[in-house]
């Protein structure tokens, strides 16, 4: 089992900045975890954003957010974070982070295991 909390999200300005935390509770080391952030829009199907290995050494994003944001990990500190710059009203969402064990990387929301209860970003133009 594993308990995921993120926070971080908020109200930010078009051409702004947040880093979003997710925190992971575990009995397993959270290293052997794969890590991803979705996020769902009002009406929206949930959408990959980005995916994380175990380790941190590889990384994958969705199109409309590469150059943008970054996803990472400090697994010290059981954490995986998602920065985002440059935000517009489109990333306007609810946010997501999951995990999901002994898998490298994974962008499917079906393939993860466990989800957090999510955080609202919403961007003004």
């Known amino acids: 089992q594993v308990q995921l909390v993120e926070s971080g999200g908020g109200l930010v300005q078009a051409g702004g900045s947040l880093r979003l935390s997710c925190a992971a509770s575990?009995?397993?080391?959270?290293?052997?975890?794969?890590m991803g952030w979705f996020r769902q829009a009002p009406g929206k199907e949930r959408e990959f954003i980005a995916a994380?290995?175990?380790?941190?050494?590889?990384?994958d994003y969705a199109d409309s957010v590469k150059g943008r944001f970054t996803i990472s990990r400090d697994n010290t500190k059981n954490t995986v974070y998602l920065q985002m710059n440059s935000l517009s009203p489109e990333d306007t969402a609810v946010y997501y982070c999951?995990?999901?064990?002994?898998?490298?990387?994974?962008?499917?929301?079906?393939?993860?295991?466990?989800w957090g209860q999510g955080t609202q970003v919403t961007v003004s133009s």
């Open positions: 994380i290995s175990g380790s941190g050494a590889s990384t």
């Open positions: 999951a995990a999901v064990a002994f898998r490298r990387l994974v962008t499917i929301s079906n393939e993860y295991d466990y």
């Open positions: 575990s009995g397993r080391t959270f290293a052997s975890y794969a």
